[in-house]
């Protein structure tokens, strides 16, 4: 049943076992856990350190066709469409002229054969659905308590206050820097600076075009078809497009450097780093690019850094899992980087809605692993591929590139499909219609029949293996079967 009202769809499909889940960290990853785990029967207490306003971004969120379709599903088309645009071309054009290289048309025929849309919103707006909707499905969301020490083999997790909560199964989506990826490494971690850097920046353009001249707000009305500017540079590059429908037509911006940038820097800081951003600007640049940087009303620098691959994302105790940015961090930026989060909340409401005995719910964060690596793995080399594509050094290569492009802008077609005639496609493109193509509840649900089911089947024998009641009591932590429930 689709969604209304702000009120997510409720499945008809509970859970046979009904337990209890501690999300650590209130972004995009833990408020869609939330919302994907109450879906199905669960009990969620989401624990966000934010106060609720001070962990939502103004910044843009480009959302691809594999994560809305994952949204719509769930009921929140109607909320997306209130506050999100829909985006069609992708603008491809020289950083230093802003001189148009060349189209990329999301299509029908692709938006059909991967069932969602490309679209756009703040960070802010996206937070907010997810929230409301998680909490009109159950999910309990308290702010303003930060984790300071886990427990996991007993499931317990102390607040700053100095309160202890307890749950089943706990899920660390607090982010690359978090204290669940540190306890799941069991260590702390070796980051390195990528020797990139990436400025998170928002223009007003209400406020700006009051000091535009006539040609400028020409170049600002071309956005009225919500199109990604991608402005392709020597070692620099940017990306801008419409965010916040209802505040008048903003503008996001993400500008990426290379060079040598220190570690710090995260979506976090205050956003105070316009003049770091202004002098880093060649002098040599598209003029739409300078008004936005020099109109840009926040700016904020967030660091992009290599981490360590973390190779198991369950912690030893079988109790906790990390997600998103904490399991695999993906560069600030991306395209993909919501979307694995939001994959990540969906796998996991679709496993978990098979549970049926206790061992399983520990057995599912292995599962959840298994789906989800290659995914992500994939996911990430397709945005690094992006990302060189769009910053490459001037050379042999990028006069190769662009006279590429402008050939098939010519030839009226898209800029990203394959060089030559023989129909053969593009490595690029292969890439972009597998990632926006999957589909990550039909690869859980595989998963349950090719696997989960035989195993429940061999466990509800009893053939299977030795219970693992003794790893932790279920009876301490209240769980309720759904037979007990219907009885009392
Ligand atoms: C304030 C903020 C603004 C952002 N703005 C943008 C944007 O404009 N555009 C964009 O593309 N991306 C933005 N991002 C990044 C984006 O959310 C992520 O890249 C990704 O989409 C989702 O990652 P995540 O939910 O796994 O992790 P994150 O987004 O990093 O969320 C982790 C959450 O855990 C919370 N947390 C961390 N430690 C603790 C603790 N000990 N106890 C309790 N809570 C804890 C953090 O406050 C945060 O809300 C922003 C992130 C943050 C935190």
């Known amino acids: ?256 450097f290379k060079g040598d940038f220190p570690l710090e820097g995260s979506y976090e800081d205050p956003p105070t780093a316009k003049q770091e951003l202004l002098n880093l600007l060649p002098t040599q640049v598209d003029p739409n690019l300078y008004h936005c940087a020099h109109g840009a009303q926040y700016v904020t620098r967030v660091a992009i850094n290599i981490h360590e691959d973390l190779e198991d994302w369950v912690h030893e105790s079988g109790r906790l899992l990390v997600i998103g940015q904490a399991a695999h961090p993906i560069a600030a930026g991306g395209i993909q980087v919501a979307g694995m989060a939001i994959e990540d909340a969906a796998v996991l409401g679709k496993l978990y809605y098979h549970l049926t005995i206790p061992e399983q719910a520990s057995d599912f964060l292995y599962a959840f692993q298994d789906l989800r690596r290659q995914r992500c793995a994939d996911a990430l080399a397709g945005e690094v591929s992006m990302v060189s594509l769009i910053t490459m050094e001037y050379g042999p290569e990028q006069e190769a590139r662009d006279n590429g492009m402008r050939a098939k802008y010519r030839a009226g077609r898209n800029v990203l499909e394959g060089d030559d005639t023989s129909g053969a496609e593009g490595e690029q493109w292969v890439t972009i219609r597998t990632i926006f193509g999957y589909d990550c509840e039909d690869e859980a649900d595989n998963w349950w029949v090719q696997w989960g089911l035989l195993r429940a089947r061999a466990d509800s024998d009893g053939t299977n293996r030795q219970s693992k009641m003794g790893a932790f009591s279920w009876n301490d932590v209240g769980i309720v079967s759904v037979d007990q429930t219907t009885a009392a």
Not at 37 to 66: A, Q, Y
Not at 132 to 161: F, M, W
Not at 233 to 245: H, L, R, V
């Open 1 to 256: 049943m689709p969604g209304v009202n702000g009120v997510a769809s409720t499945s008809d499909k509970k859970a046979d076992l009904k337990i209890h889940f501690i999300v650590v960290g209130g972004g995009i990853a833990g408020l869609a856990t939330a919302l994907a785990l109450t879906r199905v029967g669960h009990s969620v207490t989401v624990l966000e350190k934010g106060d609720g306003k001070s962990n939502r971004g103004r910044g843009g969120i480009r959302i691809p066709p594999n994560m809305s379709k994952v949204l719509f599903h769930w009921g929140l088309k109607d909320m997306m469409k209130e506050v999100g645009l829909t985006s069609h071309p992708l603008l491809f054009s020289q950083y230093h002229t802003g001189q148009l290289l060349g189209v990329q048309l999301w299509d029908d025929e692709l938006l059909r054969e991967t069932r969602g849309e490309f679209m756009l919103m703040t960070h802010g707006d996206l937070c907010r659905i997810l929230h409301d909707a998680a909490v009109s499905q159950g999910a309990e969301v308290r702010y303003n308590a930060r984790v300071v020490e886990i427990e996991p083999g007993d499931g317990a997790v102390k607040l700053a206050s100095g309160d202890i909560l307890r749950g089943d199964i706990i899920i660390g989506a607090d982010g690359e820097s978090g204290l669940c990826r540190r306890l799941v490494f069991g260590r702390e971690e070796r980051v390195k600076p990528s020797g990139a850097v990436i400025f998170d920046t928002q223009f007003g353009s209400q406020t700006a075009t009051q000091e535009m001249s006539p040609e400028e707000k020409r170049l600002l009305e071309k956005v009225q078809g919500n199109p990604v500017y991608v402005a392709m540079g020597n070692g620099c590059g940017a990306t801008g497009y419409p965010i916040a429908k209802q505040q008048g037509r903003d503008i996001a911006f993400h500008c990426f």
